[in-house]
């Protein structure tokens, strides 16, 4: 069983910067891959980025502006958004899934583990 918090999330101005941190519970953390998906008002939930032992993957929505990394001494994963864009408003959730392969990590179902979501708004 793996627990999962998110936080850091909040309100800054297009153009703007966020970090974001996402805390495990569980010795196996580092076994798992990470990923981030987002959920604006309206819309499908959708793959933000994903990062394994040994790859990363971007949605290309966020290529050049987000940064997702891990720490598994800390068992937490991190995602910086720089270049924040109004259209980058909603609500950020990490994930936990034992897949290596990018081609499932861009899926829900590619995840076995959720938190519970942090708010992120970009004003314009």
């Known amino acids: 069983q793996v627990r999962l918090v998110e936080s850091g999330g909040g309100l800054v101005q297009a153009g703007g910067s966020l970090r974001l941190s996402c805390a495990a519970s569980?010795?196996?953390?580092?076994?798992?891959?990470m990923g981030w998906f987002r959920q604006a008002p309206g819309k499908e939930r959708e793959f933000v980025t994903a990062?394994?032992?040994?790859?990363?993957y971007y949605a290309d929505s966020v290529k050049g502006r987000f940064t997702i990394s891990r720490d598994n001494a800390k068992n937490t994963v991190y995602l910086q958004m720089n270049s924040l864009k109004p259209e980058d408003t909603a609500v950020y959730y990490c994930?936990?899934?034992?897949?290596?392969?990018?081609?499932?990590?861009?899926?829900?179902?590619?995840?076995?583990?959720w938190g519970q979501g942090t708010q992120v708004t970009v004003s314009s």
């Open positions: 990062i394994t032992w040994r790859n990363i």
């Open positions: 994930a936990a899934g034992p897949s290596t392969l990018g081609n499932v990590l861009r899926e829900l179902s590619g995840y076995d583990y």
């Open positions: 569980g010795r196996t953390f580092s076994s798992y891959a």
